[in-house]
């Protein structure tokens, strides 16, 4: 038994060293690490199939875009006031029932929402007043007409009752009219559209009271397929555009993706402390995907709508007064070709000469595959 505790420990030591040179011989059979770029030539870069430094590139073709003519400038989409109604109630009240939620589609004379109203019962009443009292009126210049036939009453007495009867048909035509104006005839005031659009926003909930003085509206209908897109255009900016230009407007929701707008209003004079006129535009947002009060990047384009292509300036590597792309000649062969400008941006340059529309630029990792061209 002894013999047996003096062995256990020198048997796990060789069953340890046994485990050990199994596994270095795991891992020095592995298989060897997949071969470094070669440059083929100067100003040439070709990886192997599987080369691994392939993942870190991003590669993507080359497309044509309208030249700007400005630096892209911040701008905001709002509603198109020509199309837009911000609806209030005339009269003080409260709300009985919401007849419209936001994105409903209403037509010109929908119904909103009840109001009961005392003003619209005032309203009715008088209306209803102003009626009677006419009638009566009529009735008695019709009575002083015969009397007069008879010779019962003199002229002048047909003539005061002529000129009641003219006030009071005035007064019954205004007492009609503002009833006609408050929306109804009789019962509880309807809040009613005012023109054809969807409803985008609503302020009021049942039980609320309503003003007629109050600054904010208690529903905005417009039409969601008309946009404008407002910028304070700077003072050295103003010789580059003008009214019924073109501009491109781009969103952060929709990365990448341009949206046509065309230039409708400059200002006519200048803010005397932005040093900046404002400038306006309408979008044509029939597919709904804007939404005012958007933040956007508006970037006018010429006339002639002249296109280059367009390229991130993360594809670009410069040297000296020079600027150079990596072009992807073939799979896994990656050319450096000199470009020349027709505009640097914020965000994106196009090219004027050395690269075609189609062509397939490294977009992301072209600085490393200038070092490790440089190292060749």
């Known amino acids: 038994m002894k013999n047996l505790n003096r062995a256990l420990p020198?048997?796990?030591?060789?069953?340890?060293?046994?485990?050990g040179g199994w596994l270095w011989h795991k891992l020095t059979a592995e298989e060897p690490s997949k071969p470094s770029a070669a440059a083929v030539a100067r100003d040439t870069i070709s990886y192997p199939p599987d080369a691994t430094?392939?993942?870190?590139?991003?590669?993507?073709?080359?497309?044509s875009e309208p030249v700007p003519l400005i630096e892209p400038l911040n701008a905001r989409i709002a509603y198109d006031d020509n199309v837009t109604a911000r609806v209030s109630s005339p009269i003080q009240g409260r709300v009985l029932r919401i007849h419209k939620e936001p994105g409903s589609k209403v037509h010109k004379g929908d119904a909103l929402a009840e109001i009961d109203s005392p003003d619209f019962a005032q309203a009715v009443a008088d209306s209803q007043k102003a009626e009677a009292d006419l009638l009566r009126k009529q009735q008695a210049f019709e009575r002083a007409k015969l009397m007069l036939e008879a010779k019962s009453i003199a002229q002048k007495e047909v003539e005061l009752a002529e000129s009641d009867w003219r006030l009071a048909?005035?007064?019954?035509k205004r007492a009609k009219e503002r009833l006609a104006n408050l929306g109804g005839s009789s019962g509880h005031f309807l809040l009613r559209a005012p023109l054809d659009g969807v409803v985008t926003e609503r302020q009021i909930s049942v039980g609320s009271e309503v003003q007629p003085d109050t600054t904010k509206p208690l529903f905005v209908i417009t039409d969601p397929a008309r946009l404008w897109v407002l910028v304070d255009l700077p003072e050295h900016d103003l010789g580059k555009v003008e009214v019924g230009q073109d501009a491109i407007a781009e969103v952060d929701a929709y990365p990448g993706e341009a949206f046509l707008a065309h230039i409708t209003v400059i200002a006519g004079a200048l803010d005397p402390v932005s040093r900046r006129v404002q400038m306006r535009c309408e979008l044509d947002n029939a597919s709904?995907?804007?939404?005012?009060?958007?933040?956007?990047?508006?970037?006018?384009?010429?006339?002639?709508?002249?296109?280059l292509p367009r390229i991130p300036n993360s594809a670009l590597v410069t040297e000296g007064l020079y600027s150079f792309v990596y072009v992807e000649i073939q799979p896994g062969t990656l050319q450096k070709r000199q470009v020349t400008l027709a505009m640097r941006g914020h965000d994106f340059s196009y090219v004027k000469q050395g690269l075609k529309e189609g062509e397939r630029v490294v977009t992301s990792g072209a600085i490393l595959l200038n070092a490790e061209l440089g190292n060749q």
């Open 10 to 19: 020198l048997l796990g030591g060789l069953l340890l060293l046994l485990a």
């Open 53 to 63: 430094q392939l993942t870190f590139l991003n590669i993507s073709p080359v497309e």
């Open 169 to 172: 048909e005035a007064e019954n």
């Open 288 to 307: 709904a995907r804007l939404k005012p009060e958007m933040y956007a990047r508006l970037t006018p384009i010429a006339h002639e709508r002249s296109r």
